[in-house]
């Protein structure tokens, strides 16, 4: 019980570290075929470290990750990376300034070869194969395979070395672990922990365990709205009155070895 | 059995018509989610600008018939990279509209086709050689039909090495599966939208030039009567398959030709294949389940 509940909607940053937030998200809103999905979003990710995204299924966090990617259509709202608005650019632009991409249910281009997968990823004159092939070593030796017939776990390294190839300025990462066996989930939390020394990451996630492990800050959707951030994820996960009321769920045991 | 190995080769040679028309209708609806009916226009130019080009060089020279493959080629590709540049580009997204106005595009094209060369069919010939048959084990096969096979295998070859060894090929088949995550990954998938449209008029406007020796004639209606087929060959194949479109071009038309010559139903024969498909297979020979994008 030692967060402060800052139950209000809070537009500061959730980073408490003192520098400029990479992203900075004001009042977006954002539909899929005329409904609205995203209802007057408002958070900043630090520019270092993993910020969570949490809330219950249905929220739109998705959705909030796809807005600010130009993915899904905005109705209104800024995005800014590093203070320079992005929210008017196509995505392919909007990627190209340096905002990587896992998509939640990976989206690994099934008919191409794992080695086509990440080569059509490289858009830096130098992307960081050695990185990426030293994080997931299994890749190299499946390069010549279809995505398609990977391994949900390995289908997720791939959709993760996509992002990591090249050098961004953050990382939206959707629900990396969701439908994982336990091993893999652990192999993808240290993959991503070990991605955020190198670049800040948000990281949508159900699974606790993960974002203890992982997460410095918290956003906290519901409704379509942010209801709460926090510099600590942790303390949010120990409030168990806070987290009943935003996620709907115990917190569970803490995690073991993860 | 020299009729039967007529009744191949023919068949063959109209599948690979078929398949000049349909490789580009399905890298096209593959990538872009865009049925197009404009693409018989495509074919159509190709065939009267190549006939013209063939008749001012001399009709019965094979330089002559070169130089119409080449511009029937240009001017199909062209065609086809003006349509997505200036119809299909500012209608981005919006497959209903996109698809209304490559029909409007091919009515208006059919209409200025017959203002200018009528509403007759124009007889037409190539070298000698063309109009010559060639003695295969008893069959007397037309020569115009090696040409068009060896065309037609010419640009499946060329298609399959381009969309599997160049970065544009892979922007093609990775967006066939989903167009979405290929923006995602930083990519301007637009140019491979005008790219596959380039491409699928060039085979289209070839196909138009090869069409007209296989039925001795070029006509406003040309494209139309081989579009109808080459959806329908598009579909069986699986939209957005390229082995697919080979594949089905070829069973289509040899089957056709074939109920065409023992019991006259070649095109009813052709629509039930496409019925037996489409109940059994809904994506298709080789059709994925395309992803929604």
């Known amino acids: 019980m030692s967060t402060t509940p800052q139950t209000t909607p809070a537009p500061a940053a959730a980073g408490g570290t003192g520098t400029a937030p990479v992203l900075t998200v004001s009042h977006l809103k954002a539909s899929i075929n005329g409904q609205q999905v995203v209802e007057d979003v408002t958070f900043s990710v630090p520019s270092i470290g993993i910020t969570a995204l949490l809330g219950r299924n249905g929220v739109g966090k998705t959705s909030s990750i796809k807005a600010i990617l130009g993915l899904i259509h905005r109705d209104a709202g800024t995005v800014e990376l590093e203070g320079r608005p992005i929210h008017t650019l196509p995505t392919h632009r909007i990627v190209q300034r340096g905002v990587g991409y896992v998509p939640e249910d990976r989206e690994v281009f099934a008919g191409l070869s794992v080695a086509e997968n990440l080569r059509l990823s490289e858009r830096d004159d130098h992307p960081r194969r050695e990185l990426v092939e030293s994080l997931f070593p299994d890749l190299v030796k499946r390069a010549q395979q279809a995505a398609g017939s990977l391994s949900g776990g390995q289908q997720q390294m791939v959709s993760l070395a996509r992002a990591l190839m090249n050098d961004n300025r953050v990382l939206l990462v959707d629900e990396p672990t969701k439908g994982l066996a336990p091993k893999i989930v652990g192999e993808v939390a240290d993959a991503l922990e070990e991605a955020a020394k190198t670049v800040p990451i948000l990281l949508v996630e159900q699974n606790l365990a993960v974002v203890r492990q992982l997460a410095a800050g918290a956003i906290v959707l519901s409704d379509g709205h942010v209801v709460h951030t926090t510099d600590s994820a942790t303390s949010f996960l120990d409030d168990d009155t806070l987290v009943t009321r935003h996620l709907g769920v115990g917190t569970g045991p803490a995690p073991k070895g993860a | ?293």
């Open chain 2, 1 to 293: 059995m020299s009729t039967i190995l007529l009744l191949l080769v023919t068949g063959i040679g109209l599948g690979a018509v078929y398949f000049l028309v349909a490789s580009g209708l399905s890298l096209i609806y593959g990538l872009m989610g865009v049925l197009n009916f404009a693409h018989g226009a495509f074919l159509t130019l190709g065939a009267l600008i190549g006939w013209e080009t063939a008749r001012i060089m001399g009709a019965d020279s094979w330089g002559g018939f070169a130089l119409s493959l080449l511009v029937g080629c240009l001017v199909g590709a062209l065609l086809a990279a003006l349509t997505e540049f200036v119809l299909i580009r500012p209608l981005y997204e919006r497959h209903i509209e996109q698809v209304l106005v490559t029909v409007g595009l091919n009515l208006a094209a059919i209409a200025l086709f017959e203002g200018i060369w009528g509403t007759d069919p124009v007889f037409i010939q190539g070298p000698t050689w063309m109009g010559m048959t060639t003695d295969v084990l008893g069959a007397q096969i037309p020569n115009h039909l090696f040409i068009t096979i060896l065309v037609a295998g010419l640009v499946l070859a060329g298609m399959v090495l381009f969309l599997k060894r160049t970065r544009y090929g892979m922007i093609i088949r990775a967006g066939v599966e989903n167009r979405s995550m290929v923006t995602a990954l930083g990519i301007d998938v637009r140019r491979a939208f005008t790219l596959v449209f380039t491409i699928g008029g060039a085979a289209a406007g070839l196909g138009g030039v090869l069409a007209s020796h296989y039925f001795g004639y070029v006509s406003p209606l040309l494209g139309g009567s081989l579009l109808i087929f080459a959806f329908i060959v598009t579909v069986i194949g699986g939209l957005g398959s390229l082995a697919g479109a080979a594949v089905a071009s070829v069973l289509v038309g040899v089957l056709q030709q074939f109920a065409n010559y023992y019991w006259s139903i070649g095109d009813f024969v052709v629509v039930i294949l496409l019925a037996v498909v489409l109940l059994t297979r809904p994506s298709g020979l080789m059709g994925r389940k395309v992803a929604t994008a």
